[in-house]
């Protein structure tokens, strides 16, 4: 299994956001676009690309789910002017979250929403290297504060290579929300970093689909594995889409399915979309038998 991609859905925005975000890092670049015509969203533009070495997909596909806070992207910075400039440019016609400050965890630290919903957390990192810029943020909210150390066991008995790094825990009284216990945390799965938090406010920010997660598989007993493993709420279960027992969505998808989508011909990409929106979990060998016309 490859990387675990964070996959972003917009309205209309996909590209556009996705080339504001690259001009904003170094080591970013757009890899393919393309477009999957009638969907039920109609004509859905995907778009794949590295932003500061880390792989992303996003689509635009309607107004149908939106971004809010239960999922972050936490870059680490390495000077105030990195942070600055950053908070600037994401907060332009954002919405802050909590204010460009000094606080006990951080010397410099703020959270904000961007002009498309995406929610980032800046904070100066300027006292050890840096070894994956941005990392994606589950805040455990409303009826899951007080999961997030059980969340991560189960994502870390399921992927290899992974591990839970960091634990501290909410002091007592420290927390408004009386159920939540994991104030940071921080894990790896498949040597890709993740942080966690247990909401200490009684804000319900749920998991929805707008955050999501790719995992690309190698072979059908993968895609099986995963799907057993991760999928909770059967009627959730489409296009490969599975929901797990937290909330949070995933994408249980063939690695070849974005080469397939991003180079084969027209008619080629018409006959496996038509396939796989059929599907609930994909199927290896009919999706390559959509592909050769079969």
Avoid at 159 to 165: A, G, H
Avoid at 178 to 193: C, D, P, V, Y
Avoid at 209 to 233: P, R, T
Wanted: aromatic letters at 14%.
């Amino acid at each position: 299994m490859e990387k675990i991609i964070p996959h972003l859905w917009y309205d209309k925005e996909a590209k556009e956001a996705a080339e504001f975000y690259i001009s904003l890092f170094e080591n970013s670049k757009l890899l393919n676009t393309a477009v999957l015509d009638n969907t039920p969203s109609g004509d859905a533009e995907t778009v794949n690309f590295i932003l500061a070495g880390l792989p992303f997909a996003a689509i635009s596909a309607g107004p149908f789910f939106k971004f809010n806070p239960s999922i972050s992207l936490s870059v680490a910075c390495s000077s105030r002017p990195e942070v600055k400039r950053l908070w600037n440019a994401f907060s332009e016609g954002g919405t802050v979250l909590m204010p460009l400050d000094n606080y006990p965890f951080s010397a410099l630290y703020g959270w904000v929403q961007d002009r498309y919903g995406l929610s980032w957390q800046l904070i100066l990192h300027d006292f050890a290297p840096i070894t994956q810029k941005i990392t994606p943020s589950l805040l455990f909210s409303g009826s899951v504060t007080g999961k997030a150390e059980e969340a991560m066991e189960f994502y870390t008995s399921i992927f290899e290579n992974s591990e839970i790094t960091f634990i501290n825990r909410y002091a007592e009284g420290e927390a408004k929300a009386k159920n939540a216990k994991i104030n940071f945390a921080s894990f790896k799965l498949n040597n890709t970093n993740f942080s966690a938090s247990d909401n200490g406010f009684d804000t319900n920010y749920c998991f929805n689909e707008a955050f999501s997660l790719i995992i690309n598989c190698k072979n059908q007993s993968e895609i099986d594995y995963y799907s057993e493993k991760l999928s909770h709420v059967p009627e959730a279960e489409q296009c490969g889409w599975v929901k797990d027992k937290y909330g949070i969505s995933w994408q249980i998808i063939p690695r070849s399915m974005n080469e397939i989508l991003s180079s084969g011909t027209k008619e080629e990409i018409k006959r496996v979309t038509d396939a796989f929106l059929k599907m609930k979990k994909f199927d290896i060998d009919a999706l390559e038998k959509a592909k050769r016309g079969y």
